[in-house]
Nanobody, 121 residues
C-alpha cells in the first residue's frame, strides 16, 4: 500500500548538517505515522524519530535537540533535519510507515531501502 524512497544521505564532517528526505506513495499513506530508524554496522536497527499525521513527534534521547522530523503531506514527503552530527550518527537511515504510532521496529510494515549517512571526525 505504501512505497518509500529515502534520499539525502552522504558524507559530512562532525558538527555538520544533513537533511534526509523520504518520498512516499500509496493510496492512504498520509494516514500513517512516519518514522526514521537507523542501523550502524554490528548494531540492531534503532528508533530515531516518528511523526504522526497531526504533527505529534517523538525522538530518541540520542538525537533529541539535534534532529528534527517534519512532514509535508501535500508533497508526500517526510524529512529528517540532522544538525551537530557526530561520528556515532553514522548509519544507514531508513524511513518507515506504520498504521499506529510506535518506537518499535516490529510494528512498521513499510520500509524504504535506506540511505547511508557517514560522519567523519
Amino acid at each position: 500500500q505504501v512505497q518509500l524512497v529515502e534520499s539525502g544521505g552522504g558524507l559530512v564532517q562532525a558538527g555538520g548538517s544533513l537533511r534526509l528526505s523520504c518520498a512516499a506513495s500509496g493510496r492512504t499513506f498520509s494516514n500513517y505515522a512516519m518514522g526514521w530508524f537507523r542501523q550502524a554496522p554490528g548494531k540492531e536497527r534503532e528508533f530515531v524519530a516518528v511523526m504522526r499525521w497531526n504533527g505529534n513527534t517523538l525522538y530518541a534521547d540520542s538525537v533529541r535537540g539535534r534532529f528534527t522530523i517534519s512532514r509535508d503531506n501535500a508533497k508526500n514527503t517526510v524529512y529528517l533535519q540532522m544538525n551537530s552530527l557526530r561520528p556515532e550518527d553514522t548509519a544507514v537511515y531508513y524511513c518507515a510507515a506504520s498504521s499506529t504510532v510506535s518506537t518499535s521496529v516490529h510494528v512498521y510494515g513499510y520500509w524504504g531501502r535506506g540511505t547511508q549517512v557517514t560522519v567523519s571526525s
